[in-house]
């Protein structure tokens, strides 16, 4: 009987795990816990210290995201974008952008400038960057 119940138990987990990856892949992405792979749009501030990320949804008030980009994520469309939405008359020099991205959440606390952001988004790839506009998450 031992032998049944964990060949049965075996079978299960496979199961088990299809279930808690479809769960995982459906997160709200302004819920807690760690999003895996995904694409995610909103808007990116950059300045002094700052590397902040809002997902389109995401109320007006909900906390910003530390933003980190890997050398394959920061692609050149972003360097120039930065470039021609920078701000120069802002004290903190920052570039205020609409970015579509491929990439990760991780939550926990202590990202960014003195552990200040409870989340960090890890960029791997830029699909889409533009000039922010209120307008850019609602027609998309």
């Known amino acids: 009987m031992a032998l049944l119940s964990s060949v049965s138990a075996s079978r299960s987990c496979p199961v088990f795990l299809v279930v808690v990856a479809a769960l995982v892949a459906c997160a709200d992405p302004t819920s807690n816990g760690t999003i895996g792979f995904r694409d995610f749009r909103g808007r990116y501030v950059s300045g002094f210290e700052s590397s902040g990320f809002q997902p389109c949804g995401a109320r007006a008030d909900a906390a910003w995201w530390w933003t980190e980009f890997t050398e394959t994520g920061f692609s050149s469309q972003l360097d120039s974008a930065f470039k021609a939405n920078i701000d120069v008359t802002n004290p903190r020099c920052g570039s205020d952008l609409y970015l579509e991205v491929r990439g990760f959440v991780r939550s926990g ?25 209120t307008a850019a998450c609602s027609t998309r």
């Open 109 to 133: 606390g202590g990202f960014g400038h003195l552990n200040a952001s409870e989340r960090q988004l890890m960029v791997l790839a830029v699909r889409r960057v533009s000039a922010w506009s």
